[in-house]
């Protein structure tokens, strides 16, 4: 019996501790520790690594990666070439655009069999779009930006015979030091054939409206519809990895997320595929409430192989400093892509009261 209260009272330490470390500040810790780059992967590591479900042909006759990349950017100098491109590419889409609300680009697409198929993107990475009967779906291919390009021009038909298809390259980012946005993107094989049979691609086992490629890749449970136990389907949890709650600390971080968005947002809740990545190992941050849809990734080694490869986080929060005389007033920073602000945060009377002390842009 001893030995189990002591066993009780370890667990409640670790707890405590883990809480500490991962949402505050301490003299030892940093306020932010950067994303740190492994080399890029060789083509053998690619090969090595690469999905169960999905099949690499070279091709004899192809568009290099130099070629496609540079030709669909052609007009970006031309304004009046630019505006023709933009506006056909709108008409092209209208109607994955409307039925998708705007949470993909494109890059091509077909109709096969009544199907509208399109290859999509979105921040996270590679989709096949579909919509048939009027009701739209989206499958995540699981493939890495990091390893895997694929043309703007694709010369074959992206559907054929239960596979999708498309044609592209092998490639590497490697990324330059202080300067976000200048990484260097270049292809290390070309003349690459991808395919996946469509069963595969399109396989829920669970159920809930996301294939288990996009549940594997982000730490979802593709077995269970609700993941995180909290009564929410995966589909319809705007916080799917963790079960929310509701605390001094978690309104501090609901209060410092993104507040506004380039589209219509009474459609957060209908755009099932557009999520706003974060890393974090902080229990407060994990349960935050949030009227967009959120992924709360581990920044350690319980990243998933998609994850590790895959750099798909944008804005980050440092972890809480607290202030060394007043008891309620703590610090805390918010890291987007192009620029810092380090916030004072007072708590009184149940609400928190945030001045900026210093903003950078870089
Ligand atoms: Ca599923
Ligand atoms: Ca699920
Ligand atoms: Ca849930």
């Not at 099949?55 to 990666?65: D, G, Q, W």
């Amino acid at each position: 019996m001893k030995k189990y209260i002591l066993f009780l009272f370890l667990t409640f330490i670790a707890c405590k501790n883990s809480i500490e470390e991962d949402c505050f500040q301490n003299e030892d810790n940093k306020i932010f520790e950067p994303y740190i780059e492994e080399s890029p992967f060789s083509v053998n590591q690619i090969l090595d690594e690469k999905p169960e479900y999905l099949e690499i042909n070279n091709l004899k006759k192809f568009r290099s990666f130099k070629k496609d990349s540079i030709e669909g950017h052609t007009y970006v100098y031309d304004e009046e070439k630019s505006k023709k491109k933009y506006e056909d590419y709108q008409a092209k889409y209208k109607d994955f655009n409307d039925k998708f609300f705007g949470q993909f680009g494109y890059i091509i697409r077909q109709n096969e069999n009544g199907v509208d198929y399109a290859l999509g993107r979105n921040n996270l990475g590679f989709w096949l779009l579909k919509i048939y009967n009027n009701q739209p779906k989206a499958y995540f291919l699981g493939l890495s930006f990091s390893h895997y390009y694929i043309n703007e021009v694709q010369e074959l038909p992206i559907i054929n015979h239960g596979f999708l298809q498309f044609e592209g390259s092998l490639v590497k980012i490697v990324k330059v030091a202080g300067l976000p946005g200048y990484d260097d993107y270049s292809a290390i094989e070309d003349g690459k054939l991808f395919k996946i049979k469509l069963a595969d691609l399109e396989k829920d086992t669970d159920n809930d409206g996301y294939n288990d490629i996009f549940e594997n890749s982000f730490g979802l449970d593709s077995k269970n519809a609700d993941s995180d136990g909290d009564k929410i389907n995966d589909f319809d949890d705007m916080n799917p990895l963790f079960k929310s709650g509701k605390s001094k600390f978690t309104s501090l971080y609901e209060e410092l997320l993104p507040k506004h968005f380039v589209f219509d947002e009474n459609n957060l809740k209908r755009m099932h595929y557009f999520f706003i990545p974060y890393e974090s190992n902080c229990e407060y941050f994990q349960k935050i409430n949030s009227k967009f849809r959120i992924l709360i990734l581990p920044d350690n080694s319980k990243k998933t192989d998609y994850l590790k490869v895959t750099d798909i986080v944008n804005g980050r929060f440092s972890k809480i400093k607290r202030d060394k005389k007043v008891a309620n007033k703590f610090y805390i920073s918010t890291f987007g892509s192009s620029s810092t602000t380090d916030y004072s945060a007072e708590y009184k009377k149940g609400k928190w009261i945030f001045t900026i002390i210093s903003q950078t842009t870089v």
